[in-house]
């Protein structure tokens, strides 16, 4: 490790704890620093970390999932007055969720604080499960909305999940375990995608096997939903019995009544002593964390992060909300065309390449350049899919009018080689532009889940740090689909040129982007370095030191 780099640690360390150091202590910290970077990586505990992500995965397929069918499924409860207004309807389904989950979030990650992890992830799988079930019997769309309102009133489990995270893992490993979270995401998102455009409506997409079962004709999107939840139960199942408590007590010492004290020091020391009689040297009394006020834990850092994943989140949660409704919409509107299958296909095949990045490419950058700048580059390189996937419109529609709305694939061999060209440029294009923006989903989200954490000031306030975060991204997803939905519905009925017609919902989100970039570059390098986990550190050593 050069100079330099020990320097740069040590900096990060003094700015944290808020004092200089002296020349003693630098010696201290750049050995301790050294010796951080050049320790090995401890072991993932994989007993704790498979249990943990199982419970997990439910949130996002059961998020995705809806997906491929939520433009057919609100044109089908006929609530929209014409096919341009069925997105502003879709959104508030996407809405209603994340309107009641911010309502809610801090309060889980607080209450986590206080009575542990494991029952507050419990209560999230419960409400889940019965969210989705009441989803799938939907026959209006108020009962839809009603069912994603009562599953968002509990949806805590996220913010849980990150401070669990951070409790079972130290500094060489918590980059690693972190980027768990995203690609739990990803291959939620991955599955739960594949599992709404396939499975969505059975009866009518396949007759010969679904089409005289009654259940499925009156219900059509009951099946994705069915085994959406059943990922959800056996979640609950995991956490239920496998789960072990990861929030630690701190213990107190009581000091012996042996010891040279005065006699009413003595007394009051007796009242507030357990009525077990232990041995003097290992009676301890367990006592709830001390938390900081939210005043002295927002500061102008944890102000700064939150801005900028505000408006990174915004700007993702609206290229999320509209790109199924950007592909099902026609070519004529400015979208692709797509049918639920081809929307699940896409959003299936561009998650599959995100694996190999998650696990092992990510953490090496992390460990080399930090968390704050592969955030940046994640925020820079998004910019890319929402500037050109709209002019895939322009394709789509030249190619249904080349074949009139037929498959080119079946059309006869003398005519379809360039309707075949230009159908497998369309995919090559869609499938590259959104692999890339998964790839930089991944690069930011895995950051900013990693500046969180390292933001708070010890292990009691993880909680609220990550509850804090979690109600940032949620209100962006009260706002994101709301702002998507009427965007695009206005866009599409006036015929207004470049930038404000059917490109103007992916300017917005661009221009969201490099909002949360420019924040993002005011923040301090000092967000690299888990601080929960140092200052935890120095107050059992002053403990120890006081004791001794």
């Not at 995965?57 to 491929?68: K, V």
């Not at 900081?292 to 909300?321: G, K, W, Y």
């Amino acid at each position: 490790m050069t100079s330099t780099d020990a320097n740069c640690v040590r900096r990060g360390t003094d700015a944290i704890a808020g004092t200089p150091a002296t020349d003693e202590a630098t010696i201290r910290e750049d050995s301790a620093a050294t010796a951080a970077v050049d320790k090995e990586e401890t072991p993932l505990p994989w007993d704790k970390l498979l249990v943990l992500l199982s419970v997990r995965l439910a949130e996002p397929i059961n998020h995705s999932l809806i997906l491929p069918f939520v433009y057919k499924m609100v044109e089908g409860f006929g609530v929209a007055k014409s096919p341009k207004d069925v997105a502003f309807y879709a959104s508030l389904l996407f809405t209603s969720f994340s309107f009641c989950q911010a309502l809610t979030i801090m309060h889980w990650g607080r209450l986590s604080d206080r009575i542990g992890r494991r029952p507050v992830l419990l209560i999230g799988l419960t409400g889940n499960l019965l969210a989705y079930v009441t989803f799938g019997f939907a026959k209006s769309f108020w009962v839809a909305l009603a069912a994603r309102s009562f599953n968002g009133l509990l949806a805590g489990n996220v913010a849980v999940v990150k401070s669990v995270i951070s409790e079972i893992s130290d500094d060489s490993n918590r980059a690693r375990m972190m980027a768990f979270l995203p690609l739990m995401w990803n291959i939620g998102a991955v599955a739960g995608a594949s599992i709404g455009g396939i499975f969505a409506d059975p009866a009518h997409q396949y007759p010969s096997v679904f089409g005289n079962i009654q259940l499925f004709r009156t219900f059509p999107y009951l099946l994705p939903c069915a085994i959406g939840c059943s990922v959800t139960l056996f979640g609950l199942v995991m956490g239920a019995f496998k789960f072990e408590e990861t929030l630690v007590k701190k213990k107190t010492p009581i000091p012996s009544p042996t010891a040279n004290r005065s006699s009413s020091t003595l007394a009051s020391n007796t009242e507030a002593a357990p009525l077990l009689i232990v041995d003097d040297q290992e009676a301890q009394v367990v006592q709830p964390p001390k938390q900081r006020s939210i005043r002295d834990l927002l500061t102008p850092t944890v102000v700064r992060v939150m801005t900028t994943n505000f408006f990174m989140c915004l700007s993702v949660s609206m290229a999320e909300q509209i790109y199924p409704i950007f592909a099902a919409t026609s070519t004529n509107d400015g979208g692709l065309g797509f049918e639920s299958r081809n929307i699940g296909f896409s959003l299936a095949i561009s998650g599959l390449a995100i694996f190999y990045l998650q696990i092992f490419v990510y953490p090496r950058l992390e460990r080399k350049y930090g968390a704050l700048f592969c955030y940046q580059r994640g925020q820079t390189l998004i910019v890319i899919p929402f500037t050109c996937l709209s002019l895939l419109s322009k394709l789509a529609a030249h190619l249904e009018a080349l074949t009139h709305g037929a498959n080119p694939l079946q059309l006869p061999e003398s005519w379809n080689i360039t309707a075949t060209l230009e159908y497998a440029a369309l995919w090559i294009l869609l499938i590259a532009l959104l692999l890339t923006q998964i790839v930089s989903k991944v690069m930011a989200f895995t950051s900013i889940n990693l500046i969180t954490a390292n933001l708070a000031p010890s292990r009691a306030e993880l909680g609220f740090m990550n509850g804090t975060q979690q109600m940032a991204m949620t209100v962006t997803r009260i706002i994101g689909p709301l702002l998507t939905g009427l965007i695009w519905a206005w866009s599409i009925k006036h015929s207004w040129s470049f930038p404000f017609d059917s490109h103007f919902v992916w300017t917005v989100a661009t221009a969201f982007t490099l909002t949360s970039y420019f924040v993002s570059r005011k923040i301090p390098q000092s967000v690299n370095t888990f601080a929960a986990g140092k200052n935890d550190d120095t107050s059992e050593e002053e403990s120890l030191d006081s004791n001794n």
